[in-house]
């Protein structure tokens, strides 16, 4: 079971948060299922605000993605009833919220990546996009959206 490997990797599955604009935080169509773009908040608040690379370091960045991939599997699970309905994770995309000449956005999604192997294993290798931003809704060091298949 996904959340039960989630607990051994000592995570724990959040509430899906609510969006904090005017839009949908999942959608299904056909056997696709993304999210929005899911910030690394707890409690309705940011905890990993900044730039990665000024206010923020790689280790920071690669905990927010983390955080921003729970979100997001929160987010999927409200939408399917159960993580055990992917059969896929298809897309990562990764904005991560950069100072000027940090390019190092591979090694903060990286985490996001490794997480998503860790508990889908093969179906859990996807395609990615790590970009840098130079700001974030809400001040958020990383946003997250996420593409799987299910049944």
């Not at 990797?9 to 299904?28: D, H, I, K, Q, T």
């Not at 908040?41 to 905990?63: H, P, S, Y």
């Not at 950069?98 to 998503?116: I, K």
Request: hydrophobic share 50%; glycine share 10%; with cysteine.
């Amino acid at each position: 079971m996904i959340e039960d490997k989630l607990k051994a990797l000592g995570l724990e599955l959040p509430p899906a948060p609510a969006p904090v604009g005017f839009y949908l935080p999942v959608v299904r169509t056909g056997n696709l299922v993304i999210t929005s773009g899911q910030l690394p908040i707890v409690a309705g608040k940011v905890v990993f605000a900044g730039k990665v690379g000024d206010a923020l370091g790689i280790e920071a960045g690669q905990d927010a993605a983390r955080l921003c991939c729970l979100n997001a599997l929160a987010q999927i699970k409200a939408c399917l009833g159960s993580l055990e309905a992917v059969t896929r994770v298809v897309r990562i995309e990764g904005y991560v919220q950069s100072a000027d000449g940090f390019q190092q956005q591979p090694q903060v999604m990286n985490a996001a990546s490794e997480l998503f192997v860790s508990l889908f294993g093969e179906i859990g290798k996807h395609t990615r996009i790590a970009v840098g931003a130079n700001e974030l809704p809400l001040n958020a060091a990383v946003e997250i959206a996420v593409w799987v298949e299910a049944t």
